[in-house]
């Protein structure tokens, strides 16, 4: 599917876009301190009209927002609007809801172009990207979804949304039963496990991550993961070694090793190595998962050690 935000789809000069502060968007200037990438909001679906439209647009910089410009007397809004809540409260504040009535707000439906209800565009920094019209199977909303946060963080988008004013407390292993069997080596176990999860729920990013922590594990399943990481640690700069000691620290969940292993064997590598090195630090990068602490701490150490 291709996402484009530089279609004109958006606002048009009818609307005044500047930025204000709104009665529908408050904000806790404590909620979130500390997390530079925290947007504190008062929910994760918002309910927007014409008065406060210019706050979506503001609020875009930060988190992309998924905007749903429906009709109350079309059934299919009402079915689509309880699917996209259920997939973006799954998305943990990486993406914001702005429901649009467009009966009662026709400027926005001429903006947008809306020929039809429901139909579903997003806003990045200010662009629209048209995203579908009508409704479809939640897999396929799911799918847009993945790749409207991969559009964000090419742009860099990366902000959260924080409800309530703090994160919720870690509540565990979303999927405890395959992330024991990952960690004791039984990959058929977890993959089963995993690919169970994504067929219930597609946006499940734990289970997605952890698939593909299985199928990594599945690359290393006749070796032991201990002896790999020896031998790296014998020879640090045996680039095969390295890699294949990274691999082996993501799979028994140490990915912040694995970064600095191969991050550190960059910095002193040049050519063909160095590309090598930096294509896996990348692959672990999609593999580890976008929400992991150590995938933020290491993106700024690779940018730095390659430049």
Not at 6 to 34: C, K, M, W, Y
Not at 82 to 108: F, H, M, Q, T, W
Not at 121 to 134: C, E, N, S, Y
Not at 271 to 294: T, Y
């Amino acid at each position: 599917m291709s996402l484009d935000p530089t279609q004109d789809a958006g606002p048009q000069e009818g609307l005044d876009l500047s930025a204000v502060r709104s009665r529908n968007l408050p904000a806790d200037e404590q909620a979130g301190a500390g997390d530079p990438n925290a947007v504190p909001l008062p929910s994760l679906v918002l309910d927007v009209d014409e008065a406060v439209f210019n706050d979506v647009v503001a609020l875009s910089d930060r988190v992309p927002v998924v905007i749903d410009l429906g009709s109350p007397a079309a059934p299919e809004s009402t079915q689509l609007t309880a699917v996209l809540e259920r997939l973006i409260s799954s998305y943990g504040g990486r993406l914001v809801l702005a429901k649009v009535d467009i009966d009662a707000n026709p400027r926005l439906q001429q903006a947008f172009g809306v020929q039809a209800a429901p139909t579903v565009v997003a806003v990045i920094k200010g662009q629209p990207v048209p995203l579908f019209q009508g409704p479809l199977p939640e897999p396929q909303i799911a799918a847009y979804l993945e790749e409207l946060l991969k559009l964000a963080a090419e742009n860099g988008v990366n902000g959260r949304a924080v409800v309530g004013g703090a994160e919720p407390e870690p509540a565990g292993p979303k999927h405890p039963e395959a992330e024991a069997a990952l960690a004791e080596g039984d990959f058929d176990t977890a993959e089963s496990l995993f690919k169970a999860a994504l067929a219930e729920s597609p946006a499940d990013d734990e289970a997605k991550f952890g698939l593909a922590r299985a199928g990594l594990g599945r690359r290393l399943i006749d070796a032991d993961p201990a002896e790999l990481i020896a031998a790296a640690d014998a020879d640090p700069k045996d680039v095969d070694a390295a890699m294949a000691a990274a691999d082996a620290q993501v799979v028994t969940g140490d990915p912040a090793g694995a970064f600095s292993r191969l991050i550190s064997l960059i910095r002193t590598s040049t050519g063909d190595q160095k590309e090598a090195l930096r294509l896996r630090v990348l692959d672990l990068f999609e593999i580890v998962g976008p929400d992991d602490p150590a995938v933020a701490k290491a993106r700024t150490s690779l940018m730095r050690a390659l430049f």
